[in-house]
């Protein structure tokens, strides 16, 4: 009984489309009182008082707080997970002296120093919301404004605002990795240069639910419960709050709600309002609620990208790519939470070419900012934009055909394993075929003919299409427990893995009633409690069905190894001779035949049975599975342009992704097409900007902040590709961040052809209808002075 690669409908849908849903707001406790938190108007300012008296005197106000309280009461800084070039699957990434990337005491409010707009410094407790946000208003403080600075670029200048002492000239990080001296010999023969730069933008996740969570201190047990969501598990959660209240682990209980409206990554770190909660809720011994409004989400959120790129490519005179060379500049705002970005997207630079000698200079850098994580596909959009951009340029101004350019210098699919210039080892895939196909399905062989026909109507057709490939890999260690339960007649399997929308009730439960002979319905799927799950690193990185197919597949293997020793015991039989197959359990030779929900009932009641074989059928796996993984694929992007106005209209978007092995091919497509939508959302809408000399937000609503509208897409064509990954055991590569991860370079490919002739080489993203224009004016304007 199979049910692998099989269409299944989602479980979860039926209840979430019913209204049954049961998110972080629809949880309610007796008693339970409103936390609002008073947030910094300034991107840089040093606190030199403040005055609460009013507000704590204010009208069911119960507690009010502020930094310099939770330092007196012990508190400390949240250990973001920000890494080491000590260990973990990446190229590592050290400062050119061999010293640690910074690390920022990022305590849950701001004590003397606020360094973005945003950051809360005081929050106060009240019997209802209202009363909170009135009280809020009657805090006072004396600001001291200092200067502030919110470009990477700009922060690395002489003479920048310095965000952090011990940061000097708030450069977190510069770390060289790949052989400069062999790069620049490589360049020094070279027949063309090829040189791109460009400013990623900044964009946040935009969660259909925005933050909620709530916590509650038991006097009885001494114990804290938060109830909150985030892609980096309850386990990671649970230990950085511990850490940070200073109390022991096993006082500390994470529960996520059972649905989650959103995460792509923003939500996968440690939030300083769930640390402040579950202090205040130990103060008040009442429960407490903090909600995140919209623009106190635009203003408080984690935020994604905000990359500068500087890239240049060396070829031949045939066309052969020689070297590659690229400064990536990460923005990493008033915090390090996160250097994964920088450093996913550094090691993928080459993309998946053969490009002999390359080397990179990776820098994060500190500004007044919001702090950045990873979004989904951490790093590789931005990487994949650098380098097929630069392909795309190396043909249109070394005299190359762009399609053929990229067949001479695409990895073979009989080179795997391959590994890259900085030291990345990709284990195996067929890239050629999955370009092939998707040119083929997107019909560029008939582009000529549409782009001539859109001129005629007075648009101009561009085809763009990009390659790319993923280094995925997150947290380790994964941790299945799988129980039998006959009288329910369920397997339950707990997992640290977290689903936030994946699908993963349905998908892993596919896997498992596989294995275990059974219909998908009778397995149920439990994760998000520190009460049971005891290990697990959540969902980021493409890492859930990866590692968490590993250890439900070797738990499943001991409940048959348990089943059949039980069956043997009851019939006299050596356990070998027990064969299992479609969920029961037989002797090939007898007519004995027991059900695995047999097995599991007569392991509870027959006394007859050896004790190690008595008691709950319940069997587990944790395991740490070292290095990464490297889903590919390619898309291609059709569209017309209106010179008139910069308008543009998606007519085509195909796509080709290669998972190894399809778990639920409909799954995989939904989790493409949302992928497709938030790549070309930051394409063409998404920015999050900033007054350069404030620091003020400037697209901090819906008002500002353009997100991407279902009309502003054609119907998706997406296909799977299955070439097995021989990095995993059953052949699975991760398949939830693929549409993402070409789409920034899809998008820009398809305007930048679209203006070629007009002499247009590139339009910065977010391509909206004005950039475009202005791109359309500059460059005829440059035509008509030549």
């Not at 690669?5 to 849908?13: F, L, N, S, T, W």
């Not at 310099?68 to 050119?96: Q, W």
């Not at 011990?166 to 990795?177: D, F, K, R, S």
């Not at 596909?377 to 340029?393: F, H, K, N, Q, T």
């Amino acid at each position: 009984m199979s049910h692998i690669g099989a269409e299944i409908r989602r479980k979860e849908d039926l209840r979430l489309l019913a209204g049954q849903g049961k998110y972080a707001d629809d949880l309610q406790m007796a008693g339970m009182v409103h936390a609002v938190f008073v947030r910094s108007p300034y991107a840089h300012a040093r606190i030199a008082q403040i005055d609460t008296s009013a507000a704590k005197a204010a009208e069911d106000v119960l507690l009010v707080l502020i930094g310099a309280d939770l330092v007196n009461a012990g508190l400390k800084p949240i250990p973001h997970a920000i890494g080491s070039s000590k260990f973990g699957a990446d190229v590592k990434l050290a400062n050119r002296d061999g010293t640690e990337r910074a690390s920022t005491p990022h305590m849950p409010l701001a004590v003397d120093r606020v360094r973005h707009v945003g950051e809360a410094y005081a929050v106060v407790i009240a019997r209802s919301l209202s009363a909170a946000k009135d009280a809020a208003e009657l805090i006072a403080v004396d600001w001291q404004e200092l200067p502030a600075v919110t470009s990477a670029l700009k922060a690395l200048e002489p003479g920048a605002p310095l965000l952090w002492d011990h940061v000097p000239g708030n450069l977190a990080l510069e770390a060289v990795i790949g052989d400069p001296e062999a790069a620049e010999a490589a360049f020094a023969t070279a027949a063309h240069r090829v040189r791109f730069t460009s400013q990623i933008n900044r964009v946040t996740g935009v969660h259909m639910e925005p933050r909620t969570a709530s916590a509650f201190f038991d006097t009885d047990t001494a114990r804290y419960t938060v109830n909150c969501s985030g892609g980096g598990g309850v386990v990671q959660i649970r230990e950085h709050i511990a850490a940070s209240l200073d109390v022991p682990l096993d006082t500390v209980r994470i529960v996520a709600p059972e649905d989650v409206g959103g995460n792509f990554g923003t939500r996968n770190a440690t939030y300083p309002e769930w640390v402040v909660i579950a202090h205040a809720a130990r103060l008040t011994g009442l429960p407490i609620k903090h909600q995140v409004e919209r623009v106190e989400a635009f203003t408080s959120d984690f935020q994604a990208r905000d990359l500068h790129v500087d890239t240049e490519l060396a070829l031949d005179a045939e066309g052969n790519f020689l070297a590659l060379r690229c400064v990536n500049t990460s923005n990493i705002g008033a915090h390090a939470v996160s250097y994964t970005p920088l450093n996913k997207g550094v090691q993928l630079m080459t993309g998946l070419y053969r490009i002999p000698v390359a080397t990179a200079v990776a820098r994060a850098v500190m500004t007044n900012t919001l702090p950045t994580i990873p979004y989904r596909s951490a790093g590789r959009p931005e990487a994949m934009y650098a380098i097929e951009r630069l392909v795309d340029l190396a043909a249109v101004e070394c005299g190359f055909d762009r399609v053929e350019l990229r067949r001479r210098n695409m990895i073979p699919a009989d080179a795997f394993p391959y590994t890259n210039p900085f030291g990345v080892s990709y284990d195996s895939g067929d890239h050629i075929a999955a370009m092939e196909q998707v040119l083929s399905m997107a019909d560029h062989a008939g582009f000529g003919a549409r782009r001539a026909e859109s001129r005629g109507r007075g648009l101009c057709r561009g085809f763009g299409f990009a390659n790319y490939i993923e280094g995925t890999g997150g947290n380790p260690r994964e941790r299945a427990e799988i129980t039998v339960r006959p009288e329910a007649g369920i397997v339950e399997v707990i997992l640290g893995t977290q689903d936030t929308g994946q699908g993963h009730r349905t998908a892993f439960a596919q896997l498992v009633a596989s294995w275990l002979g059974l219909e998908v319905d009778q397995v149920v799927i439990r994760s998000g409690d520190t009460d049971f799950v005891l290990a697990g690193g959540g969902s980021h990185s493409g890492r859930s069905l990866r590692f968490g197919s590993i250890v439900m597949d070797k738990a499943s293997r001991r409940v048959i190894e348990r089943g059949k020793a039980i069956f043997a015991a009851l019939h006299g039989l050596p356990p070998e001779d027990v064969d299992f197959a479609e969920g029961y359990f037989r002797h090939p030779g007898g007519n004995a035949v027991l059900h695995l929900f047999e097995m599991a009932d007569a392991a509870q009641r027959d006394e007859t049975l050896p004790e190690d074989l008595r008691g709950p059928v319940c069997e587990s796996c944790d395991e740490v599975t070292a290095g990464l993984a490297f889903p590919y694929g390619c898309a291609a992007c059709e569209l017309e342009i209106d010179l008139e106005t910069g308008a543009l209209e998606i007519l085509r978007y195909t796509s080709v992704d290669d998972v190894g092995r399809a778990l639920n091919p409909m799954i995989i497509h939904g989790q493409t097409h949302g992928g497709i939508v938030q790549g070309v959302g930051q394409a063409f809408h998404e920015n999050f900007a900033f007054d350069p000399e404030s620091g003020q937000y400037l697209t901090a609503s819906f008002m500002d902040y353009q997100m991407p509208r279902a009309s502003d897409f054609p119907r998706f064509d997406t296909a799977i590709s299955e070439v097995p990954a021989t990095s995993h055991p059953m052949g699975f590569r991760p398949g939830g961040e693929g549409g993402t991860t070409p789409a920034l370079a899809v998008a820009i490919s398809a305007v930048a052809d679209a203006l070629r002739h007009l002499g247009v080489r590139h339009v910065e993203m977010p391509a909206t209808p004005l950039r475009i224009w202005q791109a359309i004016q500059d460059a005829q304007g440059n035509s008509a002075h030549d």
